[in-house]
């Protein structure tokens, strides 16, 4: 008997195990709806947004939301599998080259029209060439994000650069190698080797238009890619950039190097919606426009929403999730607590309401503004894509180790990206 | 015969729990990685049926594969060798009557109580980097710093020390081998004029060579399989150089999205760790003695 009872616990345990999420799942059918969002960020982006969360459930006590938030690391990893797996939230954060390429796997975000959100109040253009995807809107831009210039105005006048300066591809290396020649752990540049594919693309951008043209091709010459090459070459002979050995620790995350975080480093590249949080503590940081060669095709500065709010096609509330995200974005009260937790709102109202209440910070506004006037066009989804980025990446590795010299790393890069093309 | 059945039944529903966890959560996965092996799997969308084709692009056409491989090869060649040999050195000193020993003890298990942890591999990356406290020591005895992790021929090496470092759970084992060797041999071998170093060699080391084997399999095991100190430290650099297998095997799948991809190479890996199995425990006849054959 005992024996039998035991038997018995042991079957309810497993069939229990087995079914559990199934339960789970009813009691939230039957309930209150409950909305997920996910987001990456830190303290300062998910502070607001869940204080904006408490307050939508203040007024609409039936809806329940649930964050799910974290940092950028593996973010976007979970993201996948949690699509694939059909148990992602209902409300997901996304960076802006995700968007195709999650889109074009599969019918992963749902459509929205100017039925659901007043698109009046985002610019069209910036919906058209961001947010859409074979013609469908499948998302909201949360905010308008640039590339930025930052310099160190101490360090440069420590080191006798006039921090006035307006930036050159020549005086990069003409005036930039007196950091280091005043005091030899000193850097004009604090890029790290993914930042330097960065100002690579940026270069190539204005020599030949992009790296990777909408048409799957690789859109620069050898001449071209060796030209960038040599002229990056000067970044590490003059001292400019910091070699690799020393930077590569820090890849993705140039702003945990101590180099920069204690001042030994005099720029950075940059995208405005992460500026606050690379700045940290430091003082004395001031933003500047990208140098522009003469007859430049395209100025290679990066304009593109912060990230993009889109809603899961999956969702059973698909609604409610539209109605939250209107809250977000054109609420009165959503805007004023989410603040600028996600870089300059995008929407006219966002804007008008965060200056009125003199939430945008001088040094935001005038490098967004400084990044609006100088972006270029935007990147083709095949120069986004991961592998093609990574295939760019691994040549730079190599060309910044002293591996390769400009021609053969320009030749390699070409030869290489067109074997990543050919298996997209 | 039918009383020995029933026992049979219910042993199944006493591991239920388990067995269904065991086919729910790693079986069906493993049959699934097995197919998918053969297809174009993306993550998202369909799986179609490539043939060889995952198999062939890993000799063919993609290079990182070989040179991961290597990588890893390098990488278990110093991990586990050092390992095992750190711990049984430490274990050979934890064995001796010397006041608080367990202290001692306690003390070196500790890192492998913390593990190979995200944790563990940060506070790695801020010991080693250019201006981290190893380097700052060095300094302070006029020895020039290094690129630990940013030299490209130092990387795998610093990061193997991770591994190394965590000989806790080798040790205790060696400790526990060490208890089991019966005080006779020691005495007959002193009295027949044997030293320090020709006891090891002939009574202690054959007498632990069981636990050497048990060791050696595990942590090649592991080390085959190792990702987090070459994913949070290096993320496979300087130059691929720390581009550990487990790495390259989450990149395909995660980065990418070659999920098909990334199951072939899990299937190579196990064919690869399956191979060098067997060959140890093949090997093991000639160099480890249990104690009947002494």
């Not at chain 1, 939230?89 to 995700?98: G, L, R, T």
């Not at chain 1, 209107?326 to 009260?333: A, G, I, M, Q």
Request: with cysteine; glycine share 8%; proline share 4%.
């Amino acid at each position: 008997m005992k024996k039998g009872l035991v038997v018995l616990f042991i079957v309810l345990l497993s069939i229990g195990m087995l079914f559990a999420s199934g339960t789970k799942e009813s009691a939230k059918e039957a309930g209150p709806i409950t909305l997920r969002m996910s987001w990456w960020g830190g303290d300062s982006r998910h502070t607001p947004t869940l204080e904006a969360m408490d307050l939508y459930h203040q007024k609409n006590s039936n809806v329940k939301l649930e964050g799910e938030y974290g940092g950028w690391d593996g973010y976007y990893q979970k993201l996948v599998t949690q699509i694939a797996g059909g148990t992602s939230a209902d409300i997901m954060q996304i960076d802006q080259p995700w968007l195709n390429e999650l889109s074009s796997k599969g019918d992963v975000f749902a459509t929205l029209d100017a039925s659901q959100v007043d698109l009046t109040q985002f610019d069209a253009d910036f919906l058209k060439n961001y947010c859409t995807y074979n013609g469908q809107l499948k998302g909201l831009p949360t905010g308008t994000n640039v590339n930025t210039f930052l310099v160190d105005t101490k360090l440069l006048s420590d080191s006798g650069i006039d921090p006035n300066t307006i930036w050159t591809w020549e005086n990069i290396i003409s005036e930039g190698k007196k950091v280091h020649q005043k005091n030899a752990s000193n850097y004009f540049s604090s890029a790290t080797p993914d930042i330097i594919r960065f100002w690579f693309e940026v270069y190539i951008a204005q020599l030949a238009g992009a790296v990777v043209d909408g048409n799957k091709k690789v859109a620069f010459t050898e001449e071209q890619g060796t030209a960038a090459f040599t002229y990056f070459k000067k970044w590490f002979d003059e001292g400019i950039v910091a070699p690799f050995s020393q930077t590569s620790l820090f890849y993705q995350k140039f702003q945990e190097n101590p180099d920069w975080i204690n001042g030994k480093m005099a720029s950075a590249w940059d995208w405005v919606s992460s500026m606050g949080k690379d700045i940290g503590n430091k003082q004395n940081i001031e933003t500047r426009q990208f140098p522009v060669m003469t007859g430049a095709k395209n100025s290679g500065v990066l304009m593109r929403p912060s990230q993009i709010f889109v809603i899961n096609n999956t969702s059973a509330n698909k609604a409610e999730a539209i109605k939250f995200m209107n809250y977000l974005f054109v609420d009165p009260e959503g805007i004023a607590v989410l603040g600028t937790a996600r870089g300059i709102p995008s929407t006219v109202i966002g804007r008008k309401i965060l200056a009125e209440k003199n939430f945008i910070s001088e040094m935001t506004e005038k490098a967004t503004n400084e990044g609006i006037a100088q972006a270029g066009l935007p990147q083709s989804n095949y120069q986004m894509n991961s592998e093609v980025m990574q295939t760019m990446q691994d040549v730079i590795d190599e060309f910044g180790f002293g591996k390769l010299t400009p021609s053969q790393a320009s030749a390699k890069m070409i030869k290489n990206l067109n074997a990543t093309l050919a298996n997209l | 015969m039918l009383k020995h059945k029933k026992y049979s039944f219910e042993g199944y529903l006493y591991i239920l729990p388990w067995l269904l966890g065991f086919l729910l959560l790693q079986f069906v996965p493993l049959i699934n990685s097995f197919w998918y092996s053969f297809t174009d799997f993306q993550l998202l969308g369909d799986a179609k049926f490539i043939g060889l084709q995952n198999y062939k692009k890993m000799f063919v056409s993609d290079p990182t594969f070989l040179k991961s491989l290597s990588v890893t090869f390098y990488y278990v060649l110093i991990a586990v060798p050092c390992k095992i040999a750190f711990a049984l050195v430490i274990a050979l000193i934890l064995n001796q009557r010397i006041r608080g020993i367990n202290f001692f003890r306690t003390l070196y298990y500790i890192p492998s109580i913390l593990g190979g942890s995200v944790a563990i591999s940060v506070l790695w990356k801020y010991l080693f980097m250019n201006q981290g406290i190893i380097n700052n020591l060095l300094s302070v005895v006029g020895i020039p710093g290094q690129d630990w992790l940013g030299n490209p021929n130092l990387a795998l090496g610093t990061i193997s020390l991770v591994t190394v470092w965590q000989f806790g759970s080798s040790m205790l084992l060696f400790l526990a081998g060490l208890k089991q060797i019966p005080e006779c041999l020691y005495e007959a071998a002193r009295i027949d004029g044997a030293g320090k170093m020709k006891i090891f060699w002939k009574i202690t080391l054959p007498e632990l060579s069981p636990i050497v084997l048990f060791n050696l399999i595990m942590q090649m095991i592991n080390a085959f399989q190792e990702f987090t100190p070459a994913f949070v430290i290096t993320q496979g650099g300087p130059l691929k150089s720390t581009y550990l297998y487990g790495l390259m095997l989450y990149d395909q799948g995660f980065k990418f999205f070659k999920m098909g991809y990334s199951s072939a190479l899990s299937w190579i890996l196990f064919a690869i760790i399956l191979f060098f199995t067997s060959l140890t425990f093949k090997s093991s006849q000639s160099w480890v003695h249990y104690g009947d054959t002494l």
